[in-house]
């Protein structure tokens, strides 16, 4: 069995606070990047939409531009940002996501960037999935008001350690993009996102043990904290799923910061006890990695 995770790695999920200043949160996201690098975190994750308010209204307001690439520093404050927390930490940083405005399309959408450890930009996820959904007297949101879509699966490649597919909140409610990148080879799925009270408490745990129990791999949640002077109430509640779908860490509601250790044994030991990997029937079902896929890596 090919080793999916070459090393043991240290994730951190940051359940960040944010407000409506962007430079603080730009600043307060780097100290808690930092702080999570200094408890030995190579691969740390901000939540989406940590540069700003989660809402409709706010993703035109806080847009920035990401192309071409790499941009100024008055196009994204937030790419450079970045790029300076993931060299300064020495670690691997799945930035969240933040409004981008793209001057080709002339189109806004709800970008992933993702640096490596030296600060180079290795991925960018546009997110696929619009969170459009309308719960009657509970929620009603419709991101497709002002964003579009993303039209690739994301799968990056963090050389010591293996690749990690990268998707944005609603995303994860497609097990195709899920399985994909893990029959590409993945050992982990990170999902930053901002679940809500209603669809947090029937569905966040739910679907990150889902993915990693269908795909015998980790699974990364990453919510902002709550804030119920917000008019979006976050779930919080990030955590880690290990690949035979059991809780390694979750945070309550506040900030905080989410740790686990991430063995490649543990993805072996499970497909070796479960072996669904070597017993699909692909002669009875068409295999979804496979044919027409819009992935990069
Ligand atoms: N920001 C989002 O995509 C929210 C997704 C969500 O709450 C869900 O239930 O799905």
């Not at 080709?104 to 960018?124: C, E, I, M, S, W």
């Not at 497909?271 to 992935?295: A, H, L, W």
Request: a negative charge; one cysteine or more.
């Amino acid at each position: 069995m090919a080793k999916l995770l070459k090393k043991p790695l240290k994730l951190a999920l940051v359940q960040l606070a944010a407000g409506a200043d962007k430079s603080a949160n730009l600043s307060h996201a780097r100290s808690k990047v930092l702080e999570a690098a200094s408890n030995g975190a190579k691969l740390v994750v901000l939540p989406e939409c940590f540069n700003s308010p989660y809402g409709v209204k706010y993703f035109a307001k806080y847009a920035e531009t990401l192309l071409p690439s790499p941009p100024t520093k008055e196009q994204s404050p937030s790419f450079h940002a970045l790029s300076d927390m993931a060299k300064e930490a020495r670690a691997y940083l799945v930035g969240g996501s933040i409004p981008e405005y793209s001057e080709d399309t002339k189109k806004y959408y709800n970008t992933n960037l993702t640096f490596g450890p030296d600060g180079k930009l290795l991925a960018t996820h546009r997110k696929v999935h619009l969170f459009d959904i309308d719960i009657p007297g509970k929620i009603t949101f419709r991101e497709s008001d002002v964003l579009s879509p993303g039209n690739k699966i994301t799968i990056v490649d963090l050389p010591e350690y293996g690749k990690i597919g990268v998707a944005i909140c609603y995303d994860v409610r497609f097990p195709e993009l899920a399985m994909i990148a893990a029959r590409k080879g993945a050992f982990l799925l990170l999902y930053p996102g901002a679940f809500n009270l209603t669809t947090g408490q029937l569905h966040w745990e739910l679907q990150a043990r889902a993915r990693a129990m269908d795909n015998q791999v980790y699974v990364g949640l990453c919510s902002p904290a709550r804030d119920m002077e917000a008019e979006y109430h976050a779930w919080g509640h990030s955590m880690v799923v290990d690949p035979n779908a059991g809780v390694m860490a979750e945070l309550e509601e506040r900030e905080d910061i989410c740790y686990a250790d991430l063995t490649g044994e543990k993805i072996e030991e499970t497909r070796r006890g479960i072996p669904i990997y070597t017993q699909r029937r692909f002669d009875v079902y068409p295999d979804v990695s496979e044919g027409e896929v819009k992935y990069e890596e």
